[in-house]
């Protein structure tokens, strides 16, 4: 596992066990006294859990906390049970990557791409999205005044959010649809330049500032009004806390810049080595606009980051030790998360790693939600959003059709482990 440097987040995970927030250590027993059992601790927060969601989770964290006070809780890689979450709209309502990319265009913190080439900022953007944003955006210039240049701003937001142009063109093409999301990596992408500390702080500024603000508030980025709030969701926090009480090992996976998941994880006691995003490649100290690779694909070729199967491939290799094409595959039970929790199709794959429950957020998100109502080995867990939760889905999930996504782009049905196809399925918790 690649060693971090303590960032902000280090200092708030450890103003966090101060408060009281991050579970005590507990007590050593005496020499030659057997230790006292671990007292198994569930959720304490009631409220916003459906159905027999909460009695389930607890008796899930009950029987692992028993096998951990069993074994002597020796603790260590490989034997205390893993719990995964994925992070935007899973543990915090909102998104982080949008809030710390609104961020960067609100105060100049975006440089230009060396000699003025968009194309050296992802290797998956069309000369057309390559070409808008270089008549939309300055080159001679240390930082893009993306505060005051609305034409500019509004051609990135074009790009990172609708994956198009400002003028309707494709901005992404030619990659693997469950590798990797060229839109959330090109994020990562737009921070070269920058030491990993500097982009701690621009997260922290921007955490600082969606956390103050009220529920609903919007704020303005170039021509746009975009969302200017974030909240951790008190039952997401509970949980974890209720897991590291039990022994369990808490991690974090999400497809927004490793530095910016570092910085927020703090708040639910997750430390950043516990943290896994979109990691860039360095030089000299700085980001590139190159990725690290996991599994079969070499640093710099930019072709899996922390989505769909590369969350599988990623939590296998830095939680699990599993190196090479191994990483890719599925695992033994044994080097397997015991909970995984999510909100999106980008999480199909280490949600359906997952031995023990499969918390869904339900976020209306086709193959997702198919595999979740399918529920083939009573595992999955289906939750309303805990704040603003999506209304009911008036219409079937496509299952049987378009549910999911090939990875050359094309619809096609989702399909079980034996190859039968899900049907399509209606949509009863929200």
Request: charged share 25%; glycine share 10%; aromatic share 8%.
């Amino acid at each position: 596992m690649t060693n971090k440097l303590r960032t902000p987040a280090v200092t708030a995970a450890l103003a966090l066990a101060a408060t009281g927030l991050l579970p005590a250590a507990g007590a050593q027993a005496a020499p030659h006294e057997p230790r006292a059992p671990r007292a198994c601790a569930g959720l304490t927060v009631t409220e916003g859990w459906y159905g027999d969601n909460k009695a389930r989770l607890d008796k899930l964290i009950a029987d692992h906390c028993r096998t951990t006070a069993d074994k002597g809780d020796k603790g260590g890689k490989g034997t205390k049970p893993v719990a995964v979450f994925d992070w935007d709209n899973t543990v915090i309502k909102n998104d982080v990557g949008d809030a710390t990319f609104y961020w960067l265009l609100r105060n100049d913190r975006v440089r230009p791409p060396r000699h003025g080439d968009w194309s050296t900022t992802s290797r998956y953007l069309t000369p057309e999205a390559a070409t808008a944003l270089g008549a939309a955006c300055p080159t001679a210039v240390r930082t893009l005044p993306t505060s005051t240049d609305t034409r500019c701003a509004d051609e990135l937001l074009a790009v990172y959010g609708n994956g198009t142009t400002t003028g309707g063109k494709k901005a992404f093409d030619g990659y693997d649809h469950r590798r990797i999301e060229p839109q959330y990596a090109w994020l990562a992408q737009l921070l070269h330049g920058w030491t990993t500390r500097q982009v701690n702080s621009f997260a922290a500024a921007a955490r600082a500032e969606n956390l103050a603000a009220p529920q609903g508030a919007t704020q303005r980025v170039g021509s746009s009004q975009v969302t200017g709030w974030v909240r951790y969701y008190d039952q997401q926090r509970d949980l974890i806390r209720a897991l590291k009480g039990a022994g369990f090992d808490v991690w974090i996976v999400s497809a927004s810049p490793e530095p910016v998941v570092d910085v927020w994880a703090g708040g639910v006691g997750v430390a950043p080595d516990h943290a896994l995003g979109i990691r860039n490649t360095t030089e000299h100290g700085r980001l590139t606009s190159h990725l690290k690779g996991c599994g079969t694909v070499r640093d710099g070729e930019d072709r899996m980051i922390t989505y769909i199967d590369g969350k599988r491939c990623w939590i296998n290799q830095e939680i699990f030790g599993v190196r090479g094409p191994a990483a890719e595959r599925v695992q033994p039970p044994a080097r397997r998360q015991v909970l995984a929790a999510g909100d999106s199709d980008t999480d199909i794959s280490f949600l359906r790693d997952a031995t023990g429950l499969r918390l869904v957020l339900n976020r209306n998100k086709n193959e997702l939600m198919c595999r979740a109502y399918d529920n083939g080995d009573g595992r999955w867990l289906v939750n309303p959003m805990f704040i603003e939760p999506k209304k009911r889905k008036t219409t079937a999930y496509p299952c049987a059709t378009t549910g999911y996504t090939a990875p050359d782009g094309t619809p096609a049905p989702v399909r079980r482990t034996d190859g039968s196809v899900i049907a399509d399925q209606q949509d009863s918790v929200y």
